[in-house]
């Protein structure tokens, strides 16, 4: 496995559209595998192709947080559609066939780290896609799946949760970024910020 370079904004790559895959290979698989470990190593929970420099449409997402001390997942953090799904989640060709509801999130992304904002997202979203074997999947979510997914889609059609703000909030990140980049990363041993 490899570790990927994640694009970070205002890179104008992460603005091209990526393409459906016409099949699911070992490379694809593995690619897919570098992904994971890519979004593990930085602490994230969703990581999408485009991303990473690859126009496909591939995502991959793993939602579900450990207790520290017991090294458990934590079940009962999880919506019941949510404790339906399998995670880790390789999507290929991912689309959304149904939604319902609206909610928000302080969504981040690793393409644009250390800044939160609240994002309108379906609180409930229906999904078609190819599974990391090639097989068709269709399942209904929500919770925090439901929204990790949802963002990871936009990357792959080339838009970033800071386009989904007030023009204002948006300009106000954009302006910030370019003019003072991003911070320093954490140390391993620093704490992660909530």
Known sequence: MA?????????????????????????????????????????????????????????????????????????????????QIQQPLILFNPVIVGKQ?????????????SYYETVDRFEEIEVEALGPDGQKLHFKTDGLLAICIQHEIDHLDGKLFIDRLSPIKSARIKSKIRKHGYPEPLKEKEEVPL
């Open 3 to 83: 570790l990927l370079e994640i694009l970070k904004f205002p890179d104008p790559r992460l603005r091209r559209k990526c393409q459906p895959v016409d099949a699911v290979t070992d490379e694809m698989r593995q690619f897919a595998q570098d992904m994971l470990e890519t979004m593990y190593s930085f602490r994230g929970i969703g990581l999408a192709a485009a991303q990473v420099n690859r126009l496909i449409r591939l995502l991959v997402v793993d939602t579900r947080s450990k207790d520290p001390e017991t090294d458990r997942y934590r079940l009962d953090e999880m919506t019941e559609l949510e404790r």
């Open 101 to 113: 509801g609206k909610t928000t999130y302080d969504e981040g992304c690793l393409s644009v780290p």
